[in-house]
C-alpha cells in the first residue's frame, strides 16, 4: 500500500454505505458525537466506537490502514488515561516506589481517565468510518448543504488538492536523503527531518502563490462549482431516524 492510497477514494466505492446520501451520513455522525460527548459513563462510547470498526471491517478496509488511522488517537487516549490516574483523584488506588519516585494511582482518577479515553475512541471512530463511507466531493458538497462557510470548503478543496503532491515531494525528499545516510543515527536523523520539514513549508508557499495566480487568470471569483443536492431518499430518512432512535434508548439507558 501507497502512502497516496491511505488518504485516497478508493475504499469508498463498493460497500453497503456507497449509495447513502452524504448529507444523512453526515447529520447520523453530528447526532453520535453529540452523544458520545454528553455520556457520563464508558459504555456508549465504546458501543459506538465497536460499532464504527465493524462497519470499517464491513466495508473491507484493510487491517493496517485501520490501525494506522486508530495508532494517533489511540496513543493519545493512552497518555490522557495514565495522566489521570497518576495525577488526579483522591482515592488511592495503589502506591509503587519507581527508582526513588512514588508514583500513585487514584480509583477516581482512572475512571475519570477512562471516561475521556472512551470518547476520544467513540468520536474518533465515527469520523473515520465516516471518511472511509463518503468520498471527499460528496463529504464537501454535505458540508455546502449545511451552510458551512464557502471560505472554509474551499480552503479544504485546496488543501486535499495538493495533499497528494507534498506527499509525493516529501517521499522523494525522504527516499533521497535516506539514500545518502541522513537519517544515520538520531542526531543526523533530527536534522535531515528539519530539512524535510522546512523543505515543505517553503514548497507549500510557493504552490499557494501559484495556485492564486493561475486561479485569478482563470477567471476565478470566489464560486467552487459542487455538486447539486438532491432531494432526500425517504428510505435512508427512515434508517437513519432509526440508528438514531436505537443509539439515544442505548444512551439513556
Not at 456508549?44 to 494506522?68: D, E, H, N, Q, T
Not at 475521556?116 to 463518503?134: D, E, P, Q, Y
Not at 539514500?179 to 524535510?196: D, E, M, P, T
Not at 459542487?226 to 444512551?251: H, P, Y
Request: aromatic share 12%; charged share 15%.
Amino acid at each position: 500500500m501507497s502512502s497516496c492510497e491511505c488518504f485516497s477514494d478508493n475504499f469508498n466505492q463498493d460497500h453497503f454505505l456507497a449509495g447513502v446520501d452524504a448529507r444523512v451520513k453526515l447529520l447520523v455522525v453530528f447526532a453520535l458525537i453529540i452523544m458520545v460527548l454528553s455520556y457520563g459513563g464508558i459504555l456508549f462510547p465504546l458501543v459506538i466506537a465497536a460499532g464504527s470498526l465493524a462497519a470499517c471491517l464491513k466495508m473491507k478496509v484493510p487491517y493496517r490502514l485501520l490501525l494506522l488511522r486508530f495508532a494517533q488517537p489511540l496513543f493519545i487516549a493512552v497518555v490522557l488515561l495514565v495522566l489521570k490516574l497518576l495525577f488526579s483523584g483522591q482515592e488511592v488506588l495503589f502506591s509503587v516506589n519507581l527508582f526513588g519516585l512514588e508514583l500513585v494511582g487514584h480509583r477516581d482518577g482512572l475512571m475519570a481517565g477512562l471516561t475521556i479515553a472512551a470518547r476520544i475512541l467513540g468520536g474518533v471512530s465515527l469520523v473515520i468510518a465516516l471518511g472511509f463511507a463518503t468520498p471527499f466531493l460528496q463529504f464537501v458538497s454535505a458540508l455546502s448543504w449545511l451552510r458551512v462557510p464557502r471560505e472554509f470548503i474551499e480552503i479544504m478543496m485546496f488543501a486535499y488538492r495538493y495533499l497528494f503532491v507534498f506527499l509525493e515531494d516529501g517521499m522523494t525528499i525522504y527516499s533521497a536523503q535516506k539514500n545518502r545516510l541522513g537519517y544515520v543515527g538520531v542526531r543526523k536523523g533530527l536534522h535531515s527531518f528539519g530539512i524535510l520539514t522546512g523543505s515543505l513549508v517553503l514548497r507549500g508557499f510557493e504552490q499557494s502563490q501559484k495556485t492564486s495566480e493561475a486561479m485569478i487568470q482563470r477567471g476565478y471569483t470566489g464560486d467552487m462549482p459542487l455538486i447539486e443536492s438532491v432531494k432526500f431518499r425517504v428510505r435512508e430518512v427512515m434508517m437513519a431516524m432509526a440508528c438514531v432512535v436505537c443509539a439515544g434508548a442505548i444512551w439513556i439507558v
